[in-house]
């Protein structure tokens, strides 16, 4: 990776982050908790979320219309903060933006093989990262002696964004434990999805949630794989994967510049994206506008 000497202007632009719809702010809000000085600029594509059902090709060219988007708007970095995404357009996006971009599988795979210990780890993620294999790879890459077990779960971001839409009922129930979603249907929904991984992987240790909306049902997937097993995720290693490559690059911002962070979703339904979106980023968004699926077209 290229190392710059930039302005301090030039490091006080926002970091982009994109995702389909809610789930990336989970990762955004990790990078606001470590790295406070930084600004956001968060893109949501939920008019077509979700992603993981859709086939690679279409997902690739919604990622380079997202990056192309994000860069016109001065990020100095991008963070493809959704699974799917990074399964089917990071290595294109890395070679035609003009900004690094960094996705969430690498990180994810590498918080896998911190914790595994029987070396048998679960991939909890939507049937197109699965069927991409690309988790698979991240994680024999690191340590080829690993077994992996792929679960699909088709139905879980459209679970977690329909309770989000219409659930605000549901966040004071966040705040005091986190398992907002722990309904009798919804835990029998995630119970019936992990049949196939229980049976697979006898002594799988470690599940890693590869999608960024599934931390928001992670009490009812800890609740299916008992106590034995544990539930990692990605937001926490890409962020320091984040901060490291802008300190190598000299690119953090400013210690006494406010950070601004921004909001950009295709919904058409702005607060029902402002309601959902401050629950899981866990600061009110403040700044949000609508861009249009003809806009993100031109890109
Ligand atoms: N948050 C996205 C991911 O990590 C959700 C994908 C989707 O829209 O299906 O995979």
């Not at 030039?10 to 994109?18: A, E, K, L, T």
């Given at each position: 990776?290229?190392?710059?000497?930039?302005?301090?202007?030039?490091?006080?632009?926002?970091?982009?982050?994109?995702?389909?719809?809610?789930?990336?702010?989970?990762?955004?809000?990790?990078?606001?908790t470590t790295l406070p000085h930084?600004?956001?600029?968060?893109?949501?594509?939920?008019?077509?979320?979700?992603?993981?059902?859709?086939?690679?090709?279409?997902?690739?060219?919604?990622?380079?219309?997202?990056?192309?988007?994000?860069?016109?708007h001065n990020i100095k970095i991008?963070?493809?903060?959704?699974?799917?995404?990074?399964?089917?357009?990071?290595?294109?996006?890395?070679?035609?933006?003009?900004?690094?971009?960094?996705?969430?599988?690498?990180?994810?795979?590498?918080?896998?093989?911190?914790?595994?210990?029987?070396?048998?780890?679960?991939?909890?993620?939507?049937?197109l990262t699965v069927r991409t294999?690309?988790?698979?790879?991240?994680?024999?890459?690191?340590?080829?002696?690993?077994?992996?077990?792929?679960?699909?779960?088709?139905?879980?971001?459209?679970?977690?964004?329909?309770?989000?839409?219409?659930?605000?009922?549901?966040?004071?129930?966040?705040?005091?434990?986190?398992?907002?979603?722990?309904?009798?249907?919804?835990?029998?929904?995630?119970?019936?999805?992990?049949?196939?991984?229980?049976?697979?992987?006898?002594?799988?240790?470690?599940?890693?949630?590869?999608?960024?909306?599934?931390?928001?049902?992670?009490?009812?997937?800890?609740?299916?794989?008992?106590?034995?097993?544990?539930?990692?995720?990605?937001?926490?290693?890409?962020?320091?994967?984040?901060?490291?490559?802008?300190?190598?690059?000299?690119?953090?911002?400013?210690?006494?510049?406010?950070?601004?962070?921004?909001?950009?979703?295709?919904?058409?339904?702005?607060?029902?994206?402002?309601?959902?979106?401050?629950?899981?980023?866990?600061?009110?968004?403040?700044?949000?506008?609508?861009?249009?699926?003809?806009?993100?077209?031109?890109?």
């Open positions: 990776m290229e190392f710059v000497n930039a302005s301090a202007a030039d490091n006080n632009r926002p970091i982009g982050v994109f995702d389909s719809g809610l789930g990336g702010l989970t990762v955004a809000r990790a990078i606001a930084e600004s956001i600029y968060y893109l949501g594509d939920t008019k077509r979320c979700p992603y993981g059902v859709r086939t690679e090709d279409e997902v690739r060219s919604f990622v380079l219309q997202a990056g192309r988007w994000l860069s016109e991008m963070i493809i903060a959704c699974n799917t995404a990074t399964a089917a357009g990071l290595k294109v996006a890395q070679q035609v933006l003009p900004v690094p971009v960094i996705g969430v599988i690498a990180p994810g795979a590498r918080a896998a093989i911190n914790s595994t210990r029987t070396r048998k780890v679960g991939v909890l993620a939507t049937p294999g690309a988790y698979t790879r991240a994680i024999k890459t690191l340590d080829a002696g690993v077994s992996v077990y792929g679960c699909p779960a088709p139905s879980f971001v459209e679970i977690v964004e329909n309770e989000l839409a219409t659930g605000a009922h549901l966040q004071e129930r966040w705040l005091q434990n986190g398992d907002v979603f722990d309904t009798p249907e919804t835990c029998e929904e995630v119970a019936r999805t992990l049949v196939p991984l229980m049976e697979a992987g006898a002594e799988v240790d470690t599940v890693v949630l590869g999608c960024t909306h599934f931390p928001l049902l992670a009490g009812p997937i800890r609740k299916a794989l008992g106590p034995g097993v544990r539930v990692v995720s990605s937001a926490e290693e890409t962020t320091s994967e984040l901060a490291d490559i802008l300190r190598r690059r000299e690119q953090l911002a400013d210690e006494d510049v406010a950070p601004q962070h921004r909001f950009a979703t295709t919904s058409d339904n702005i607060a029902e994206f402002a309601a959902a979106g401050s629950f899981i980023f866990g600061q009110p968004l403040k700044s949000i506008e609508h861009v249009s699926l003809d806009e993100l077209g031109r890109y």
